[in-house]
């Protein structure tokens, strides 16, 4: 059995978990602002960091109401233990700034502004602080707006360059060489014929042993 072949007997296998867990995604959008906050807060912590220890800083300062309410120092120390956590707690509360709208959260009503997904990933590309093509995707994906995105980190990197999708991993990543490595996922989503978002996640468990978010 070739790694091909065995990757799709994996998604044999996880498929209904994998499906499970995007339709939980996009329930995401019809909860609280906060809620949805707490995704962009969680994705903004992600880079060069654990994605389980992530939410767990996000699942605590959401408990103590930091999140919504604490200024950069106090949510700092939360972040310790991840990558970048002082830049990270400056980018969280920048971020909330921006959705403040007469004291209150209003991520959700920006949000359905955009008819086009991919007009939006733009914005929150160009508008927030921390969050990159990547960071995007992976926001849009856990609110149920991200089926036609890539999530390119280095776990997704390495299987695409596995199963030749690229024939090397850049160093770095421009918008250019982002939409490009996607397109070539898109493209080999169609060949196996699992969703993009489907294949997101199965690359992922296959490198992590969890779907996860």
């Given at each position: 059995?070739?790694?091909?072949?065995?990757?799709?007997?994996?998604?044999?296998?996880?498929?209904?978990?994998?499906?499970?867990?995007?339709?939980?995604?996009?329930?995401?959008?019809?909860?609280?602002?906060?809620?949805?906050?707490?995704?962009?807060?969680?994705?903004?912590?992600?880079?060069?960091?654990?994605?389980?220890?992530?939410?767990?800083?996000?699942?605590?300062?959401?408990?103590?109401?930091?999140?919504?309410?604490?200024?950069?120092?106090?949510?700092?120390?939360?972040?310790?233990?991840?990558?970048?956590?002082e830049n990270k707690a400056k980018y969280?509360?920048?971020?909330?700034?921006?959705?403040?709208?007469?004291?209150?959260?209003?991520?959700?009503?920006?949000?359905?502004?955009?008819?086009?997904?991919?007009?939006?990933?733009?914005?929150?590309?160009?508008?927030?602080?921390?969050?990159?093509?990547?960071?995007?995707?992976?926001?849009?994906?856990?609110?149920?707006?991200?089926?036609?995105?890539?999530?390119?980190?280095?776990?997704?990197?390495?299987?695409?360059?596995?199963?030749?999708?690229?024939?090397?991993?850049?160093?770095?990543?421009?918008?250019?060489?982002?939409?490009?490595?996607?397109?070539?996922?898109?493209?080999?989503?169609?060949?196996?014929?699992?969703?993009?978002?489907?294949?997101?996640?199965?690359?992922?468990?296959?490198?992590?042993?969890?779907?996860?978010?």
């Amino acid at each position: 059995m070739n790694s091909l072949e065995r990757l799709i007997e994996i998604y044999k296998v996880r498929r209904d978990e994998i499906q499970r867990r995007l339709s939980e995604f996009k329930k995401i959008l019809s909860e609280s602002n906060r809620r949805i906050f707490a995704e962009l807060a969680f994705c903004i912590c992600t880079p060069q960091s654990k994605a389980k220890n992530c939410w767990e800083i996000i699942s605590s300062l959401m408990k103590n109401g930091l999140l919504f309410n604490g200024n950069e120092e106090q949510i700092k120390p939360f972040l310790n233990s991840i990558r970048f956590g002082e830049n990270k707690a400056k980018y969280i509360v920048n971020a909330r700034r921006l959705f403040t709208e007469d004291d209150t959260l209003k991520i959700k009503e920006k949000i359905q502004l955009f008819n086009d997904p991919f007009k939006l990933r733009e914005w929150l590309v160009e508008n927030i602080l921390g969050i990159g093509m990547k960071e995007a995707s992976h926001f849009l994906r856990n609110i149920g707006l991200g089926k036609d995105f890539a999530i390119l980190d280095r776990h997704i990197l390495k299987n695409l360059k596995e199963f030749n999708v690229i024939k090397d991993i850049p160093k770095s990543i421009s918008k250019k060489v982002y939409l490009d490595i996607e397109n070539k996922m898109r493209e080999f989503s169609k060949q196996i014929n699992i969703p993009m978002d489907e294949l997101d996640l199965l690359l992922w468990s296959k490198e992590t042993g969890i779907i996860f978010k």
